[in-house]
T-cell receptor, first 117, second 113 residues
Framework: AQTVTQSQPEMSVQEAETVTLSCTYD???????LFWYKQPPSRQMILVIR??????QNATENRFSVNFQKAAKSFSLKISDSQLGDTAMYFC??????????????FGTGTRLKVLA | GAVVSQHPSRVICKSGTSVKIECRSL??????MFWYRQFPKQSLMLMAT?????????EQGVEKDKFLINHASLTLSTLTVTSAHPEDSSFYIC?????????FGQGTRLTVV
């Protein structure tokens, strides 16, 4: 069975600094997707970044980038120039297509990030 | 991006009553929707997969008779918490997938008193 592990329950970072959130996963699949979602106090889940497993190049979205190490099954998120609005819960998620043609998501336990002024 | 609307955002009900939560995909058709439950400061726990025109698939340990799911159209799935009890109080979130990406509703905070 697939699992997603986030080993950092809480982290803090000074505004404008850089922080890296860790995520490891376990799967025997070869075709899958990885995501980082942000859940601010409003509790709305917001997609931060996604990575297709077949792509070797690390995904980047403005201040957000990932370090995807497929062999090590590691998928960390780097937030550069941290802003107060980045304060949220961050979930790493693994998604794979199912035999029925749908997709199944598995979420990590989350990392609570606080950006300090 | 795609929009998924969930209603109501908050509901308080008396113990023993039933509550219905709606999840709509506003600008795309979703043959499959997902229902999650989230306890405070915890991750999303998949409860069931809602399939348009057929029975929902429930995760192990989720009571299908308590959490009734109906997916009558390609844009609407409903979750009904039947005979609610205080332990059912939680945050419920739905999602729908479009082109291998999940879009989430705003969530529903259910409080059973």
């Amino acid at each position: 069975a697939q699992t997603v592990t986030q080993s950092q329950p809480e982290m803090s970072v000074q505004e404008a600094e850089t922080v890296t959130l860790s995520c490891t996963y376990d799967t025997s699949e070869n075709n899958y997707y990885l995501f980082w979602y942000k859940q601010p106090p409003s509790r709305q889940m917001i997609l931060v970044i996604r990575q297709e497993a077949y792509k070797q190049q690390n995904a980047t979205e403005n201040r957000f980038s990932v370090n995807f190490q497929k062999a090590a099954k590691s998928f960390s998120l780097k937030i550069s120039d941290s802003q107060l609005g980045d304060t949220a819960m961050y979930f790493c998620a693994f998604m794979k297509p199912t035999t029925s043609g749908t997709y199944k998501y598995i979420f990590g336990t989350g990392t609570r990030l606080k950006v300090l002024a | 991006g795609a929009v998924v609307s969930q209603h109501p955002s908050r509901v308080i009900c008396k113990s023993g009553t039933s509550v219905k939560i709606e999840c709509r995909s506003l600008d795309f058709q979703a043959t499959t929707m997902f229902w999650y439950r989230q306890f405070p400061k915890q991750s999303l726990m998949l409860m069931a997969t809602s399939n348009e025109g057929s029975k929902a698939t429930y995760e192990q340990g989720v009571e299908k008779d308590k959490f009734l799911i109906n997916h009558a159209s390609l844009t609407l799935s409903t979750l009904t918490v039947t005979s609610a009890h205080p332990e059912d109080s939680s945050f419920y979130i739905c999602s729908a997938t479009k082109i291998s990406e999940a879009f989430f509703g705003q969530g529903t905070r259910l409080t059973v008193v």
